[in-house]
């Protein structure tokens, strides 16, 4: 077994989509990125590749990179879980926390549990959760969310 944590922070602008586990949110403000700025799938491939020891998300997907222009980060992370899988690891369990004061995300958490299996990670191995920051700091002040994520690999025998 081999675990994995991860964690990702974005500012929230107007003009930009809410995309969060590759589900579009409807909000007033999107979060602002060289990708279409999904921390929660950042902070998962994160989780993911700290399990399988390979760095970390920048060494795969560069921001320097006009490939990745708003990219959908949803396909890269479809994209780590499939190196992981050829490198010989299962995903046995991945849990995720978003934090943010708005939008509430209780509604819509089946959705992105439903997207993110899409990447071949199995929908009953995926858990998120949605939590505020009771008003403090930046995403208390709504300048921007975070995300952090766990996950947990089996050696495939
Ligand atoms: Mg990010």
Do not use: Q
């Not at 959908?72 to 992981?84: A, F, G, P, Q």
């Amino acid at each position: 077994m081999r675990i994995g944590i991860g964690y990702d922070s974005h500012r929230l602008v107007e003009g930009r989509k809410l995309i969060l586990g590759g589900v579009e949110i409807p909000y007033e403000k999107g979060l602002k990125g060289h990708s279409d700025g999904d921390l929660l799938c950042h902070s998962i491939i994160d989780a993911l590749l700290g399990a399988a020891g390979l760095g970390d998300i920048g060494a795969f997907f560069p921001d320097t990179d006009p490939r990745w222009k708003d990219a959908d980060s949803l396909l890269m992370l479809k994209s780590i879980v499939n190196t992981i899988s050829e490198k010989g690891y299962l995903v046995v369990w991945t849990d995720a926390i978003v934090i943010t004061e708005k939008p509430k995300l209780a509604g819509y958490i089946n959705n992105i549990k439903e997207s993110i299996s899409s990447t071949g990670i199995p929908l009953s191995s995926v858990n998120i959760k949605a939590k505020t920051n009771e008003g403090m700091g930046f995403i208390g002040k709504g300048e921007g969310m975070a995300a952090i994520a766990t996950c947990l690999l089996e050696v495939k025998t």
